[in-house]
C-alpha cells in the first residue's frame, strides 16, 4: 500500500471505533499543490491510551500530550489528540490541554495553509481560508498575527521560511505582526532559530525569505547576521548554509547564539582564512572544488579580488592526487631528514612540482631539496 493509503487505513480503522481522525498539516499544503508531500501526521479525538489499543506497533513519543508514533505497513506516523493551547510562556511554550473538537485544534495552528485537514474520502476541511490562501500565494496567520507571533516567536522565521519554500507572499498584517512582536525571537533557542534559517537557505525561494528578513525588525535580534544577509540580498546571489555563516561571520564576527556543528563551524572558518588571499597553486590543491566554488563565491559576493578559474585551475594542475607525486616520505628519510622535516620538505616539493618550478621527478626533486 502507498503511504497515503495506509494513513487512510488508520483513519478508517479510529472512525470505525467512534473517533474522528484526520491528516493535518503539511501534508495536506503540500497535497493540494501537488509537491510530493511526505510526513503524514493525523489528529484524532482518541486519546493515546485509545490508539494503543487499536494497534498492535504504538510508539510513544513524549509526555503531556506530545502523541504517539504507529507503525502500520512499514510506514511511520505521528498522531496526536486534540488539542488546545491554554496559554503561551517565554513566548514560545504553551501549557497544553486536551481540546473536546477538531476546530478548537485547528485554531493553534500557525498558518491559514497548515490548517487544512482531510477526511478519509479525501475531503478537504478549511475553517480559515487556507485553500484560497494557497491559490492566491499568501502566507497568512490562523487568527491575529500579533497574538500568533506572540504566542511563540519562532513562527515569525517559520513565515520566512513558508515564503521561500513556496515562493508566496506574505500578509501585510501577518507581516506588522513581526514587526510588532520581532524582539520575542530574542526568546527561541539557538537551536531551533538554525533549523528554521537552515531550511530557509536550502529552500528553492531562498532569495525570497532572505529579502523579507532584511527588510524586517526581526533582524536586528538575529546576532550577526544583518550585515550578511543585506549583502546577500544586495547582491541577489544564492548560497548554501557554509557561505552565508562564513559571509555572515566574516563581517560581523563569530557568534555562538546559533550552535553549528563542528564540521560546519570548520568549513566556514577554511572559506573565512580565503577571503582576503590570492590562492595558489599549493591552496588550490589541498583545497576541495566545493570549496573552491564556495571561496570564489563569497569573494563576489564581498566584492574581494575574485578568482573566476579556481576550478579550471585546479584541473590545470600538475598532478591531482598527493599520490602522483613521485616522493614521498620514506625518500625524504633516506637523504636523512627526520620528524618535523620531513612533512616540510614533503610540502617544499609538492609545491615545487605545483608552480613548475621542478620537474615531477624523484632525483630532480631531491636535488632540488638538498
Do not use: W
Not at 476541511?125 to 511563540?152: A, S
Not at 612533512?343 to 631531491?366: G, H, Q, T
Amino acid at each position: 500500500m502507498s503511504y497515503l493509503d495506509t494513513a487512510l487505513k488508520i483513519i478508517k480503522k479510529l472512525n470505525n471505533n467512534n473517533f474522528e481522525a484526520y491528516i493535518v498539516g503539511g501534508y495536506v499544503r503540500d497535497y493540494l499543490l501537488n509537491n510530493n508531500p511526505n510526513d503524514i501526521d493525523i489528529t484524532t479525538s482518541a486519546l493515546p491510551s485509545d490508539i494503543q489499543k487499536l494497534f498492535d506497533k504504538v510508539i510513544p513519543t513524549g509526555i503531556d500530550f506530545e502523541g504517539v508514533t504507529v507503525v502500520l505497513d512499514c510506514y511511520t506516523f505521528e498522531l496526536t489528540t486534540f488539542r488546545k493551547d491554554l496559554d503561551y510562556y517565554d513566548h514560545r511554550h504553551p501549557n497544553v490541554a486536551y481540546a473536546s473538537s477538531l476546530e478548537e485544534d485547528l485554531a493553534r495552528r500557525d498558518f491559514t495553509i497548515n490548517a487544512m485537514c482531510l477526511d478519509y474520502n479525501l475531503n478537504v476541511i478549511d475553517l480559515y481560508n487556507g485553500k484560497k490562501d494557497l491559490n492566491d500565494k499568501i502566507i497568512r496567520t490562523v487568527g491575529n498575527p500579533i497574538k500568533r507571533f506572540d504566542e511563540d516567536a519562532l513562527r515569525m522565521l517559520r513565515a520566512f521560511y513558508f515564503a521561500s519554500k513556496l515562493n508566496f507572499d506574505i500578509d501585510p498584517d501577518t507581516l506588522n505582526g513581526i514587526e510588532k512582536n520581532a524582539k520575542y525571537i530574542e526568546s527561541v533557542s539557538g537551536e531551533r532559530i538554525y533549523n528554521e534559517l537552515s531550511k530557509l537557505i536550502n529552500s528553492a525561494y531562498q532569495m525570497k525569505g532572505l529579502k523579507y528578513l532584511a527588510n524586517s525588525k526581526l533582524i536586528k535580534y538575529l546576532p550577526s547576521l544583518e550585515k550578511g544577509i543585506c549583502k546577500i540580498v544586495n547582491k541577489n546571489i544564492d548560497v548554501n548554509l557554509n557561505e552565508f555563516y562564513a559571509i555572515n561571520f566574516y563581517l560581523s564576527g563569530y557568534s555562538n547564539r546559533y550552535k553549528l556543528s563542528n564540521a560546519l563551524a570548520k568549513s566556514i572558518k577554511t572559506i573565512i582564512n580565503y577571503v582576503d588571499k590570492v590562492l595558489d597553486n599549493y591552496d588550490i590543491f589541498v583545497l576541495d572544488v566545493e570549496t573552491l566554488k564556495s571561496i570564489n563565491k563569497v569573494k563576489l559576493i564581498l566584492d574581494k579580488d575574485y578568482q573566476e578559474s579556481l576550478i579550471d585551475k585546479k584541473n590545470n594542475l600538475v598532478i591531482s592526487n598527493i599520490k602522483e607525486l613521485d616522493i614521498n616520505a620514506k625518500d625524504i628519510i633516506s637523504i636523512g631528514y627526520e620528524g618535523k622535516d620531513i612533512k616540510d620538505k614533503l610540502e617544499y616539493a609538492l609545491r615545487l612540482v605545483l608552480d613548475k618550478k621542478c620537474e615531477n621527478k624523484k632525483d630532480k626533486i631531491i636535488a632540488k631539496i638538498k
